[in-house]
């Protein structure tokens, strides 16, 4: 009986609470900390002693060591009901048969004294007052119960009085037996207020029931959440093998093609060895030939030595001339091939490929993810941030959360929106100057180089840069190279100044070219429209002239531009009122545009983004000036810009910027037009006004920026 009970006990209670997670055994004299783990009461004070603190070794939450030691943490009545009824049940067989303390068999169980008594006993047990009212079992229910119903005879006893807990101190939390009132918990002195029992257990069922539903729900979420961690386990198991294949795929593919690219060369070694094979085999039989007839002209020289002298003299005359002709004839001995196949390694290549990163491999998609965009701007110029995706990088535009954070505090959205390739744009744009930032984010994560800080400079002139020169000097033309400015004064000199104002040089060309206006070449020479020699001089920044292009053709050359796409220049000409365009290769004219009012010159020309053609009038005194724009086979499109509708008197100077917008230099003014002539603005302001803007260049367009020659100073404007 003792076995099935206790195999029905251990069913419907857990072992392991019955066990110290310290020393792994039955718990002994067990105590209970406030996180409900429990520890054998030497155990714990050996853990204590080892950490210097009180720290639960199963959950590690810390406590404070009550006063008096471990041993005043209070008992866990359940827990030790629970240990008393296991040890009942847990004992051998024999063990179990229990007798009156007279020594006859037991017949009944006092709940009360937790004694058996025979029916003898049981009648004096009655008779006696402080028993009479006990609590009397037959034997044969007792031994019917099941350990839990058992351990419901035997409740617990105050460990002071050995009383049964009838009250409970609700200051101390504690159930109290009737004797504690009058010792310890004093009801009179107003510290202690007391409840039944039977009420403190109903209002911990109530409670106990709220904090079971609160439970139940927490259990809920975290066997969700348990699930969604399984979940996340498979799908990076599932993803560690999916990336695992494609670097694979990707290696194999690296392999294949730099296994073709060898295979290409050992095909060009054949070809080569098949080549110079046929030229040394050919070379070895002319050889071989030559040596077969030597060999034969002397075996016949040798037989006429041997003969007598009448036969010999009857042939040698031939024989030594066939000898002397094939010895006089002697070929090339030297081989006609240097036996050579060479492979020389691209070690360059060979270390790209060692330092190549062929991939990343990122625990988030976001990672895939990078933000690229500029460091400065002027303010109301539209800023424009990309944001770079990596393949496999499978996170859509509308998944992306652009904020702008203005100079002034203000925050909005925008939209990102897909380039043209496989990248994604944002756009935006600050109206006051001082710092811009941009966040992008995926589900409130910030990708990389988020955020994005953004100075925005203010519109206006920002810095003037005083030129040294001479009192007649008259300074036409500037160009930007590498950092600094390069100014011509209608000489053969070009003067260096940083963009901060700083002199740090000239070049000086030869004496008879006279520089007008210049351009800037890719490849770091400068064009210049020389009216010395009445041409395009093009010179490298040591002063050396490289070629000219025009003599003869050009009257009066003034503004120029290359087109180094097309390998063409550009020159205006003043006297002769059109547009020459050259070929700088051969230097020949491939074609002439005539201004369609014949009676004013054109003083500047430079090329639209999209390849048309603007040529810039200068006013007369009987006819307006204007901006006229030809396509790229020479055809009249329209008049951009017409001189009287913005009082501009006297044009000197365009140049298109990266945003197609059209900057205009005249007397006075420089003026921002849209690439359709549509006036958007003034650069200059009343203040600042520049009376004779001779020379105009673009310095950059991040922050859009201008240089402008005003007499004898460089003016630089944001715009």
Aim: charged share 25%; aromatic share 6%; proline share 4%.
């Amino acid at each position: 009986m003792a076995t099935s009970e206790l195999n029905q006990f251990l069913e419907d209670i857990d072992e392991k609470v019955l066990e110290c997670a310290i020393c792994l055994k039955r718990l002994q004299n067990p105590k209970s900390l406030n996180c409900l783990h429990s520890f054998c009461l030497a155990c714990l004070e050996d853990w204590v002693k080892k950490k210097g603190k009180l720290t639960c070794p199963t959950c590690t939450k810390s406590f404070p060591i009550p006063e008096g030691g471990l041993q005043k943490i209070p008992p866990n009545t359940f827990l030790n009901n629970l240990l008393e009824t296991h040890q009942r049940y847990d004992k051998p067989a024999g063990d179990h048969i229990t007798k009156c303390v007279c020594g006859k068999a037991e017949e009944y169980y006092c709940q009360d004294c937790r004694h058996y008594l025979c029916s003898s006993c049981r009648d004096y047990h009655k008779m006696l007052p402080i028993s009479a009212n006990h609590k009397l079992h037959a034997v044969e229910d007792v031994r019917s119960m099941t350990p839990q119903d058992f351990a419901l005879l035997n409740p617990p006893l105050c460990s002071l009085h050995s009383k049964p807990f009838e009250l409970y101190c609700q200051d101390c939390k504690t159930p109290i037996c009737i004797h504690c009132t009058f010792i310890n918990h004093k009801m009179w002195e107003g510290k202690h207020k007391t409840i039944s029992i039977s009420d403190a257990f109903q209002t911990f069922k109530e409670t106990s029931s709220t904090l079971e539903k609160s439970a139940q729900c927490c259990k809920d979420k975290l066997e969700e959440g348990l699930e969604a961690v399984i979940q996340t386990s498979t799908k990076l198991d599932e993803s560690r093998k999916t990336s695992l294949q494609d670097i694979d795929r990707l290696v194999q593919e690296m392999i294949k093609t730099i296994m073709n690219k060898g295979d290409e060369m050992k095909k060009n070694v054949d070809i080569i060895y098949k080549q110079k094979k046929q030229v040394n085999d050919v070379q070895m039989d002319e050889l071989k030939t030559i040596i077969s007839e030597v060999n034969t002209k002397l075996s016949f020289l040798k037989q006429l030595l041997k003969s007598d002298e009448a036969t010999a003299m009857q042939s040698s005359e031939t024989v030594i001339k066939a000898l002397e002709d094939r010895v006089n004839e002697m070929p090339k001995t030297e081989p006609n091939d240097n036996g050579q196949i060479l492979f020389f390694a691209n070690k360059h290549h060979i270390a790209s490929l060692q330092q190549c990163e062929i991939g990343n491999v990122t625990q988030s998609t976001i990672d895939g993810l990078t933000l690229k965009g500029v460091e400065s701007v002027t303010q109301g110029q539209e800023i424009l941030a990309k944001i770079i995706k990596a393949d496999r990088c499978n996170v859509l535009a509308n998944q992306l959360k652009a904020t702008w954070t203005h100079p002034t505090g203000e925050i909005n959205i925008s939209q990102v929106d897909e380039d043209d390739y496989v990248d994604y744009v944002v756009t935006g744009k600050c109206n006051s100057p001082g710092v811009c930032r941009l966040d992008v984010s995926v589900d409130g994560k910030p990708i990389k180089q988020s955020p994005m800080i953004i100075k925005v400079e203010p519109e206006g002139l920002f810095n003037t840069i005083k030129l040294f020169k001479n009192k007649n000097d008259d300074c036409r033309s500037l160009v930007k190279c590498e950092e600094c400015l390069l100014v011509s004064c209608r000489t053969n000199e070009l003067f260096k100044y940083m963009q901060s104002g700083e002199y740090i040089g000239k070049v000086t060309l030869p004496q008879d070219v006279k520089i007008f206006k210049m351009c800037k070449m890719k490849n770091g020479n400068i064009a210049v429209s020389d009216e010395g020699n009445g041409c395009i001089t093009i010179v490298k920044m040591n002063g050396e002239v490289i070629k000219s292009i025009g003599q003869k053709i050009l009257k009066d050359p003034a503004g120029i531009h290359v087109d180094e796409a097309s390998n063409t220049v550009y020159a205006a000409d003043c006297k002769y009122k059109c547009v020459y365009i050259f070929d700088i290769d051969s230097g020949q004219l491939i074609r002439k545009l005539a201004s369609p009012n014949n009676k004013i010159g054109v003083i500047d020309v430079t090329l639209t983004n999209q390849g048309n053609i603007l040529a810039l009038e200068r006013k007369s005194n009987s006819c307006d000036n204007g901006l006229l724009q030809f396509d790229n086979e020479g055809r009249l499109m329209k008049v951009l810009v017409k001189g009287n509708e913005h009082e501009a008197w006297s044009f000197e100077e365009v140049v298109v910027d990266e945003d197609h917008n059209i900057i205009l230099a005249s007397y006075g003014k420089i003026q921002l037009f849209s690439s359709d002539g549509n006036f958007i603005k003034r650069i200059d302001k009343p203040a600042d006004r520049i009376k004779y803007p001779n020379g105009l260049c673009l310095i950059s367009q991040h922050p859009r920026r201008i240089a402008v020659i005003n007499n004898d100073a460089i003016n630089l404007y944001n715009y």
